[in-house]
């Protein structure tokens, strides 16, 4: 496999920082025990949470972990009350309020990373005005469909300008059609972007970078709760927020570690997993304004139903993360 060419890599490394925020001292096992059940996806960004059931179990949490492909099946089975916690896409919880649920309280976020469409070899890509009459590979309603929905809008680019190619699944599917020449650019998710620039058929389209737009931001995803799991499992959901933040703050202050971790959770090849975290920064940089921000900018392209802008900060409980860092 070829690998990234130096300025990519050193643009890349220049990404990686330490965790901010120091996580507060091991809290107490909790008595009797608990169980939770946690819904999660195989991407980069969420490796520390494959050191969670471990530490849990330390302390006095046992846990059922499912997988999901898709955030929007994650924020599905959260809604159902079938998951006490899951990690949904940043948009999740504007929409689940405006589909009239309020049982979901937003409690962190996890990572962000620069977000490049992802050309196919030979296709030119230098502006925003070269999509213009190209296949797009999209996963519609996706996060990564949001940043890059928004960013076409704050770029003035019609949506209709180039045509857009549905993809279900995960993001091999995304790859498979790049590689074929099924399709002239996509809009996916590490590892799937490194993926293509590392194998020959693909390039990070510098000039058309999406994570940035003032609706969405560059936060990648958020961790959520169930409002019945706060109330009724809180000493679990606490020492889920703190195994998790431990974690990510040991796979933040150590490159190696989380390539090893991300390569381990994804089972992707080791070469391409120590490129893609490059990427990423993990910790969250979503706050409150910025959800607001984007279920206003969405309710306005009527993307969801309504503008639920206002009831955000009454579903956002950033506590049980300021809990987590005290020293």
Avoid: C
Wanted: glycine share 8%.
């Amino acid at each position: 496999m070829k690998v990234l060419n130096t300025a990519m890599a050193g643009v890349a490394a220049a990404l990686i920082s330490t965790y901010a925020l120091a996580v507060g001292p091991e809290p107490k096992p909790v008595s009797p025990p608990m169980q939770i059940n946690i819904g999660y996806q195989k991407v980069g960004h969420l490796a520390p949470i494959l050191q969670v059931p471990d530490q849990l179990k330390k302390l006095g949490v046992e846990t059922k972990m499912v997988e999901f492909v898709r955030y929007a099946d994650a924020r599905t089975a959260l809604l159902a009350g079938s998951l006490d916690i899951a990690s949904v896409g940043p948009a999740d919880l504007a929409i689940a309020l405006s589909q009239g649920s309020t049982s979901v309280i937003g409690l962190m976020g996890v990572g962000s990373s620069p977000k490049y469409v992802i050309g196919r070899v030979g296709v030119k890509l230098d502006s925003w005005n070269d999509l213009k009459g190209k296949k797009v590979a999209i996963a519609p309603g996706s996060a990564v469909w949001f940043q890059f929905a928004a960013t076409l809008v704050e770029k003035g680019i019609p949506y209709n300008s180039f045509q857009a190619v549905n993809i279900q699944g995960g993001g091999a599917n995304f790859n498979q059609a790049l590689k074929k020449g099924e399709v002239d650019a996509i809009i996916t998710w590490e590892p799937f972007e490194s993926t293509p620039v590392m194998e020959g058929y693909g390039f990070f389209a510098k000039n058309l970078e999406y994570s940035q737009s003032k609706a969405v931001g560059p936060e990648l995803g958020i961790i959520a709760a169930s409002k019945d799991a706060l109330d009724k499992k809180r000493a679990a959901v606490e020492r889920f927020v703190w195994s998790y933040l431990k974690a990510q703050e040991e796979m933040a202050s150590s490159p190696a570690k989380f390539a090893s971790a991300y390569a381990q959770f994804t089972g992707i090849d080791p070469k391409v997993s120590a490129e893609a975290s490059k990427m990423i920064k993990l910790g969250e940089v979503v706050s409150v304004d910025q959800i607001k921000r984007q279920a206003k900018a969405f309710a306005d392209l009527g993307v969801i139903q309504k503008d639920v802008s206002g009831q955000i900060e009454k579903f956002w409980d950033g506590s049980l993360v300021a809990q987590a860092l005290k020293k």
